[in-house]
């Protein structure tokens, strides 16, 4: 039945018109904001769209860091035009990208990925296995899509003055946290720092197995390698500065649904870190993290449900500021 789904979603896709050549349009704009949109070129490596948000605090003619936060509408539909007033809402007015890239000056890109009611089991704004298991169609392989994306924005973004690293912050929450967290171990190389939160009290484990139980992408790096083509850069995902956080107040568990994890995965999750969310699985899973002695920070915010307040998007862009304040760009 996924299988069949998932031909369903190539079908799809087929339909939306992503063979553009790659042209841009500004878009409408706080004063002094510049929001553009790039259409999908798929000989440059994205079948889809992107938006690339300068606030009117980037400088120009400095070199400095390209924010990434994935989109995340919050609910399947198979209208492309639905993800994309998401993702434009997202990248100009609220979220916690958008409040970073505003605090520290700093170019956003947030892509414009489909999430297909069609084909329900294919949660790709959270980069999960059965969306980066596509093996054809304008769907496969969307981190790498993303990381096309990127190159295509780095080159735009230095043609206005903006000259970007070629390591990106990724940033996320809830479903577009689970993509940052997910992007950092398949791209290590390719990832300056990231942070995540709303993630369910779980993230993909920085082992093979756990309690003897093997561990495959999106839980563990057991089948990373078959997967990318290379073994997993242990070293450079270890050097990732990266913030995690959960609010204590949290009860959004996408665990417990099957767009989200499998019936095979959720058993794993419960066997290895716990089947109850806040606190026992994160505090399982950032103790795994530790025995790892990876650059991983663990916070659990009180009172806080599952979204986020002035102060915790203050504290993800004090992050970002201290890696950026910390780091040469151009290396």
Request: with cysteine; aromatic share 8%; net charge negative.
């Amino acid at each position: 039945m996924r299988q069949l789904l998932i031909m369903l979603l190539v079908c799809l896709c087929a339909g939306i018109p992503c063979t553009l050549t790659a042209g841009h349009v500004a878009l409408p704009a706080t004063e002094g904001d510049a929001l553009t949109e790039v259409t999908a070129d798929p000989s440059r490596g994205f079948n889809f769209g992107y938006l690339v948000f300068v606030p009117k605090s980037a400088q120009s003619n400095n070199y400095s860091y390209l924010l990434v936060e994935p989109n995340n509408t919050g609910r399947p539909d198979d209208d492309l035009d639905v993800h994309r007033t998401a993702a434009i809402a997202l990248a100009r007015d609220s979220s916690v990208g958008n409040f970073v890239a505003k605090a520290l000056g700093i170019p956003l890109l947030v892509p414009i990925f489909p999430r297909p009611s069609s084909a329900e089991d294919v949660y790709a704004h959270s980069l999960d296995r059965d969306t980066v298991l596509i093996s054809e169609g304008p769907m496969r392989r969307l981190d790498l899509q993303l990381l096309a994306m990127i190159k295509d924005a780095d080159q735009r973004l230095a043609a206005t003055g903006h000259s970007v690293s070629r390591k990106v912050l990724i940033n996320g929450f809830s479903a577009s946290g689970l993509f940052a967290n997910r992007f950092a171990f398949l791209h290590p190389e390719d990832v300056a720092a990231a942070a995540f939160g709303g993630v369910n009290g779980f993230i993909m484990l920085p082992v093979t197995k756990l309690k003897d139980r093997a561990l495959e992408f999106p839980l563990g790096i057991a089948d990373i390698e078959k997967i990318t083509g290379r073994a997993f850069d242990r070293a450079a995902y270890n050097a990732i500065p990266q913030f995690a956080y959960m609010g204590a107040d949290d009860t959004n568990d996408a665990v417990l649904h099957d767009d989200a994890y499998s019936e095979q995965e959720r058993a794993t999750i419960f066997e290895c870190v716990g089947e109850k969310m806040m606190p026992d699985r994160w505090n399982a899973v950032a103790a795994v993290y530790r025995n790892e002695n990876t650059k991983v920070t663990f916070k659990t915010y009180p009172g806080i449900p599952h979204g986020t307040n002035r102060t915790i998007n203050s504290e993800v862009a004090e992050f970002f500021r201290d890696v950026m304040t910390s780091a040469d760009p151009r290396q």
